[in-house]
């Protein structure tokens, strides 16, 4: 059943979950796939795997640390184990700029906002749940990240779940993914459930620093989006 389920993710995060101690969290069925122990089913609304998605979707790759947050977008359900539900709108310090477009969609300042999932509350006990994005860190205070951020719709977005990567210490897939604490030797011994066609700029530089994104973004030669 595992290897069916890390099949299906295709990521080499999801796998490490399992060398982190946390497979039977990940066993829970398709309800829990919203909550921090499940993770979600991804969606991208732009490519976002690799440094060529990179360059041709975003406007600004950027090194970032979230330095506040508040709940947003309160809904309540009247039925069922959940009582509300939020997001949460993060605030971002910009530590670095390591790539931008030579004509991005959006200026970026030294602080910059987004919105990222946020909690889930239950009717009874009034236990709070992490919610997060599909195979995605869910963007912690205390945490630093490497974001390939896109202006859509009058604010930024990360191009999808490829593009918001663990960055602690300046080092690639080092920190806070999916509400869990990994290091990149987590990462590194997941890979092995991965599948072939995974060409992410994450798996590609597990255990790098920021120099290492720079090469990568740098050495792209492709037409942009528009």
């Known amino acids: ?10 990521r080499p ?14 066993l829970i069925g398709m309800d829990g796939l919203d909550t921090v122990v499940g993770c979600g089913t991804a969606y991208d609304d732009y490519p976002s795997e690799t440094a060529k998605d990179w360059v041709t979707q975003a406007d600004h790759v950027v090194v970032a640390t979230p330095t506040a947050e508040q709940e947003i977008n309160r809904r309540d359900f009247k039925k069922g184990p959940i ?6 709108s993060v605030t971002f310090r910009a530590d670095d700029v390591l790539w931008s ?13 987004m919105v990222a999932a946020g909690w889930r509350v239950y009717r009874e006990s009034g236990a709070r749940t992490k919610a997060t994005s599909a195979y995605a860190p869910r963007l912690e205070t205390g945490h630093t990240y490497l974001v390939a951020l ?5 604010g930024w977005t990360v191009l999808g779940e490829g593009a918001a990567v663990p960055f602690d210490d300046r080092t690639v897939a080092r920190g806070e993914w ?15 459930f991965s599948r072939i ?30």
């Open 197 to 226: 066609e995974d060409k992410s700029l994450e798996k590609l530089l597990v255990g790098q620093d920021d120099e290492a994104v720079k090469r990568e973004l740098d050495g792209v030669r492709v037409k942009r989006a528009q």
């Open 150 to 154: 896109r202006w859509a719709d009058d």
């Open 1 to 10: 059943m595992l290897n069916a389920l890390f099949a299906r993710a295709g």
């Open 101 to 113: 477009a030579k004509s991005p969609r959006h200026s970026l300042g030294d602080t910059f906002d």
């Open 83 to 88: 009582q509300y539900a939020t997001d949460r």
């Open 178 to 192: 999916c509400g869990r604490v990994l290091s990149e030797e987590d990462v590194a011994r997941g890979e092995r």
């Open 13 to 26: 995060v999801a796998a490490c979950l399992a060398a982190a101690g946390i497979a039977t969290a990940v």
